[in-house]
């Protein structure tokens, strides 16, 4: 991949349209990459900028770990399906993390975005989750393990700043 939009005073993401999990997810590890690099003429600092919020990254201690334990999960994926659902793992570990919930109450948000409702489709209903997982009960152990092994170096490192519609 390539680093790009790298102005001054950070490296700036956009999307023109309302943040998701994966959004996050791909600037976090972008943000990683760019503090890999270590240059005094780089920044240290990542912005996505969405339609309905900006996240923001500051430096982050030890960014080869981080990329390393991602890789980890990389690999594991590529050796048998991973258990890990963009926006459901989100759902879970921002509940988990951010909110202080329960186990329980973490899993109920997860389902709700596993399952979606009346005005969205969730995650169970994409064709590909359906022929890997069918019969499978997958918020279990695994899947929160993995929710918060994914999502919590980026709930850590970034804030949410809301933007004024």
């Known amino acids: 991949g390539e680093l790009s ?14 943040w998701r999990p994966s959004d996050l997810l791909n600037a976090f590890i972008r943000h990683l990459a760019l503090n890999t690099i270590r240059r005094d003429n780089l920044p240290t600092v990542t912005r996505l900028i969405c339609k309905d919020a900006v ?3 500051d430096a982050v201690p030890d960014t080869k770990a981080i990329l390393q334990h991602y890789l980890s999960f990389y690999w594991q994926g590529l050796m048998s399906p ?7 793992s989100f759902a879970y570990a921002s509940k988990k993390i951010v909110n202080e919930k329960s186990d329980q109450d973490a899993l109920k948000e997860a389902l709700k975005a596993w399952l979606g409702g009346y005005t969205h489709h969730g995650e169970s209903a994409d064709a590909y989750h359906r ?3 069918k019969d499978m009960d997958i918020l279990n152990e695994n899947f929160a393990s993995t929710a918060l092994g994914i999502y919590a170096p980026v709930l850590a490192a970034g804030r949410l700043i809301p933007v004024a519609s």
Not at 82 to 88: A, G, M, V, Y
């Open 5 to 18: 939009s790298i102005y001054p005073d950070a490296m700036v993401i956009y999307r023109l349209a309302r």
């Open 55 to 57: 996240w923001e990254f």
């Open 82 to 88: 991973l258990l890990f659902f963009s926006r459901t």
């Open 131 to 133: 022929i890997c997982f």
